[in-house]
């Protein structure tokens, strides 16, 4: 952790203070975001985990700037001291792909089939760094060689498909890391990629937040991915955040039934998935089936007036459906919105 972590009196370089987004759907106006608040230190690393349609990715998109037409915002969003909500959209540009950076989902939709990769990382230089075009290709074959894209200096004049997803994501985030930005979001930036190429990326994206000092957003499903890559990490759900802590902190207590829940449905090594119905395959080795969260995270339209999980967790009564829980202290900074904690240190 870098030297501005330490500080504990240090203004935050991302300050989040209930951030509320509203989106327009086919059935009416939907709460994508429901108060979220969080604080990001330079050099810090904080992840983000749920499943899809939890939140993860329209906060991220809020952080950019880039939510979608007629979406209404409320809250604060300020980033070294300046607020962002409310901003016009020149001042927007100026920040984005400059201080605050993203690694998109999907590489393939995130390049333009249509220009070579060289050209594409050189863009942003030449807009924000005011760079001439020898210079900016000199410094996107740097970036290439930095992020280790194979043969760089060769493939500069590739297209996006005459690349491999690794390949591919290795561009995006010489992309997101061409002007030294404060603050890299990374949203799921292993997505279909094999485990191999999965570790190289994450490591890639580590060494490379340790050597610049940014300050890292990282989004995934995987809880794995958290253990091992973030110091604090938010658990959402329904648009909200209902634990968050000190990584280590969080795994020490898994104190919400929905986090219990996703670290019971982890495929876990030396276990084998019992095939549907059965539960021995005559090789001696115990089988197991896993673990499953019942029923689905709700549409955006459709969440309840109280705890968003209600309607999947085993324990809610209903003081759980009549009213948002409020945040409630696990142990020192690590908090979790739910009424029955007591009993979920009860489930397996």
Same mark, same amino acid.
């Given at each position: ?5 330490d ?8 300050? #989040? ?14 709460d ?9 230190q330079?050099?810090?690393t904080?992840g ?9 990715s ?26 962002l ?11 984005? &792909?400059?201080?605050?950076? !993203? #690694?998109f989902?999907?590489? !393939? ?12 990382? +050189? ?14 290709r ?27 997803g690794g390949q591919?994501?290795?561009? #995006? ?21 094999d485990?191999t ?15 610049d000092? !940014? ?8 809880? &794995?991915?958290m ?8 658990? !959402?759900?329904?648009g909200? #955040? ?22 019971a +449905? ?7 998935? +019992? ?21 689905r ?10 705890? &968003? ?9 209903d003081a759980?459906?009549?009213?948002? %829980? %409020? ?15 007591d ?6």
């Amino acid at each position: 952790m870098s030297g501005a972590t330490d500080r504990p009196h240090a203004a935050p370089l991302l300050d #989040v203070q209930d951030l509320r987004v509203t989106l327009n759907t086919p059935r009416g106006p939907a709460d994508a975001l429901r108060g979220i608040s969080f604080a990001l230190q330079r050099g810090q690393t904080l992840g983000l985990i749920g499943e899809s349609g939890c939140g993860k990715s329209i906060t991220a998109l809020a952080l950019m700037g880039l939510l979608p037409e007629g979406a209404r915002v409320a809250g604060s969003l300020r980033f070294d001291g300046r607020e962002l909500l409310g901003l016009p959209e020149d001042a927007w540009c100026r920040l984005r &792909g400059n201080r605050l950076a !993203m #690694v998109f989902q999907e590489p !393939m939709t995130a390049l333009n089939p249509l220009h070579p990769i060289g050209r594409q990382i +050189a863009e942003s230089l030449r807009l924000h760094k005011g760079l001439d075009a020898a210079a900016a290709r000199a410094e996107a074959l740097r970036l290439l060689q930095r992020v280790q894209l194979p043969q760089a200096a060769q493939r500069l004049d590739a297209y996006p498909h005459q690349l491999s997803g690794g390949q591919r994501q290795r561009v #995006v985030i010489a992309i997101a890391l061409a002007c030294g930005p404060d603050v890299l979001i990374a949203d799921e930036p292993t997505t279909a990629l094999d485990v191999t190429i999965q570790r190289e990326v994450l490591d890639l994206i580590a060494r490379l937040v340790a050597e610049d000092g !940014m300050a890292l957003l990282l989004i995934s499903h995987d809880l &794995g991915v958290m253990a091992e890559n973030v110091q604090r990490m938010l658990v !959402m759900y329904g648009g909200t #955040v209902v634990e968050s802590g000190a990584t280590e902190q969080v795994f020490a207590r898994l104190a919400h039934p929905y986090t219990r829940g996703l670290f019971a +449905a982890r495929p876990q090594l030396g276990l084998r998935a +019992a095939a549907a119905g059965g539960g021995g395959d005559g090789s001696g080795r115990r089988r197991h089936r896993l673990s499953t969260i019942p029923g689905r995270v709700p549409e955006l339209i459709d969440l309840p007036a109280g705890c &968003g999980f209600a309607e999947r967790c085993t324990l809610a009564v209903d003081a759980c459906r009549a009213a948002p %829980p %409020p945040p409630v202290v696990v142990a020192g900074d690590h908090l979790a919105r739910c009424i029955r904690l007591d009993a979920a240190q009860g489930l397996p």
